[in-house]
């Protein structure tokens, strides 16, 4: 029959916390180092855009990085209320409307999927 | 100088040796023809492959304009000059890639108007040169064609995006590039190579044809062998074009007429933040000389502050990848460009399975947070917020610009770095092009040029001016050339 003294139990007691909370510390930072992979996903969904496995695993590190730095912006205390948009102090002023003749055929020829004189969208269904 | 070099038994010119207006005058006098020019320039790449400039050669129409060209008065200084196109600007018939798989098999149906401006004064394009992908990263690395080689170490990377136009003029393939800046896309590589880059004004080149990256900070600029040269391709493709909103309307200009004037008494700043700590200490030194020559001359030199400018990397990943996300969002892969083999169920699969395999690492990364600032209460947070700071960063420099002629500080904050270095670090690219950006938010021009070599590894450093005011750059620019009396060029030193 195993028997552990007091000192012995106490000791062991004192083992389990510090490794729960070595395991979370490791746990929080690993969460602080990088996005979520609903994160990434849910970026990579605005931005249209297919992430392979591997990529979702880079990328919830690299856009953390990204991330830290723009969040230096958000939170600055800016006094200024104007924007600048654009350096151009120019006038928004449309230009008339005028046609162009485009060579219809070396414009369709840049498509990858031409039918004629259309272009094609693939289409695949389950079914 | 001796003109014909025997390479293994095949004569090879070099007449592109030659300042730009030797050339003119062998042309006027019928020394030369245009065709001697663009053969050599062909020459010059055969037997520079390995730094991979260049993604798309012109030769057949190259060629084909030389010759036509031999029957025509040389009635400019431009006059069938070879000049190497960024591939992000667009050429009617030519392949037009962006550096990027996604574009891989575009034609474009029309030319930019810098091509037109270029072809009005009957330069001769000898190709598309390689590039970071859609102008995205500052090493050459993020390129779908491969990374671009410095001119002056094949180990170092070439600096980018413009890295492919900055190594083709360095190499002296050809007297002169078209790049394109955002955040420094013109003036970083101009510095790792030795060689003299332009961002002209926001609006002083118009940007019709320009593959849109970031249309707030997007411009077309000339780079060149030395300063009065680039002045002169910069007289070439201004104007103004109506096809671009922003393009402005200013009287036509010698960019050259102040070149040799004196320079006393002229007041300059040099922002503290562009001697920081974080720059390269060899750099530092090497500016510092400049600076002290140019008091030395009778030039009063301050050192001054501007507000918020340590922000200008997360103010550029904000500003420049929301309009990036937006403007990029028209690559589709259905009227044009990469298009997936995959079995796909509907319309967004097929956009996503276009995109995500058409696009390279470093364009997705961008897209996915400029499409994240803008979305929902993001925009309030961060797009407009950055907007704010940008507005501030503006009123800075144009503040200072009452009191001082010139801004001047160094181009970048290290020397040209080893290939692959920093691939893993995902900020690394933005922070490269550190002293660069706040000259794009402000819409300003700005010049780098040669100030000196490290460890064979070439060093610039900025010049920056009141908007429309290149000529003055120039100015400036050229005296500290001739004080300098650098003549960089990279061939004989390249490391075998």
């Not at chain 1, 912006?73 to 230009?95: A, G, H, R, T």
Request: aromatic content about 8%; glycine content about 6%.
């Amino acid at each position: 029959m195993l028997i552990i003294r007091k000192e012995e139990h106490l000791i062991y007691v004192l083992l389990f916390l510090i490794i729960n909370v070595v395991y979370v510390i490791i746990y929080i930072g690993d969460f602080m180092d990088k996005l979520s992979r609903e994160e990434v996903l849910h970026v990579a969904h605005l931005g249209k855009l297919y992430l392979n496995e591997e990529e979702i695993e880079k990328y919830k590190i690299q856009l953390k990085q990204i991330m830290d730095e723009v969040n230096k912006i958000k939170n600055l205390d800016i006094k200024e209320s104007d924007f600048l948009v654009s350096p151009s102090d120019n006038i928004n002023i449309y230009s008339n409307h005028e046609i162009k003749q485009v060579d219809r055929e070396k414009i369709l020829s840049n498509s990858c999927n031409r039918d004629g004189s259309f272009i094609g969208v693939r289409w695949y269904n389950n079914d | 100088m001796e003109v014909l070099l025997v390479l293994g038994g095949i004569i090879m010119t070099n007449y592109l040796d030659l300042s730009l207006i030797e050339i003119n005058n062998k042309l006027k006098n019928r020394e030369i023809k245009p065709i001697d020019l663009v053969m050599e320039c062909f020459s010059k790449i055969e037997n520079n492959e390995d730094l991979n400039c260049f993604i798309t050669l012109n030769k057949e129409e190259a060629i084909k304009k030389a010759l036509e060209l031999e029957n025509k008065e040389v009635d400019n200084i431009l006059f069938a000059i070879p000049i190497a196109i960024k591939d992000n600007i667009i050429t009617k018939g030519l392949k037009t890639t962006c550096g990027s798989n996604m574009l891989n098999n575009f034609i474009p149906t029309y030319d930019a108007y810098v091509i037109n401006k270029i072809n009005n004064c009957n330069m001769i394009v000898i190709g598309k040169t390689n590039m970071d992908e859609f102008a995205m990263g500052s090493s050459n690395q993020t390129s779908y064609f491969g990374c671009v080689l410095n001119a002056w170490n094949k180990s170092k990377v070439s600096g980018g995006s413009s890295g492919g136009s900055a190594v083709s003029v360095s190499s002296r393939i050809v007297p002169f590039a078209l790049g394109s800046d955002t955040g420094g896309s013109i003036r970083q590589p101009s510095a790792f190579n030795g060689i003299v880059g332009l961002k002209p004004t926001y609006g002083r080149v118009s940007r019709y044809g320009l593959v849109s990256f970031a249309s707030s900070l997007d411009q077309i600029g000339p780079m060149s062998r030395n300063v009065l040269e680039n002045s002169m391709l910069l007289n070439c493709i201004v104007g103004k074009d109506n096809n671009d909103l922003t393009s402005c309307e200013k009287d036509i200009e010698d960019f050259s007429r102040l070149i040799g004037e004196d320079i006393k008494g002229i007041k300059i700043a040099i922002p503290n933040f562009y001697v920081n700590d974080n720059i390269n200490n060899d750099i530092k030194a090497n500016f510092n000389n400049v600076v002290n020559m140019l008091k030395n001359k009778g030039v009063i030199v301050d050192y001054v502050d501007i507000d918020y400018i340590e922000y200008s990397v997360p103010l550029y990943q904000i500003i420049a990848l929301a309009e990036a996300s937006s403007n990029l969002a028209r690559f589709d892969g259905i009227r044009y460009g990469y298009c997936t083999d995959k079995k796909i169920n509907n319309a967004d699969e097929l956009y996503k399975y276009n995109r995500g395999e058409g696009f390279g690492e470093e364009v997705k990364r961008r897209i996915m947070i400029g499409s994240y600032v803008l979305s929902g209460d993001n925009v309030q947070e961060y797009y407009y917020k950055a907007l704010s700071i940008r507005k501030i960063i503006s009123d800075g420099f144009s503040n200072l610009f009452k009191e001082y002629d010139y801004i001047i500080g160094p181009t970048t904050t290290t020397l040209p770095y080893n290939i692959g270095e920093g691939q893993n670090d995902a900020v690394k690219s933005f922070f490269d092009d550190l002293l660069t950006i706040p000259v794009n938010m402000a819409g300003l021009p700005a010049m780098s040029l040669p100030i000196g070599i490290n460890n064979n590894l070439p060093i610039g450093m900025q010049i920056i001016c009141n908007k429309f005011e290149e000529a003055k750059i120039y100015k400036l620019a050229s005296f500290i050339e001739k004080e300098l009396n650098l003549n960089l060029d990279p061939r004989g030193d390249l490391n075998e």
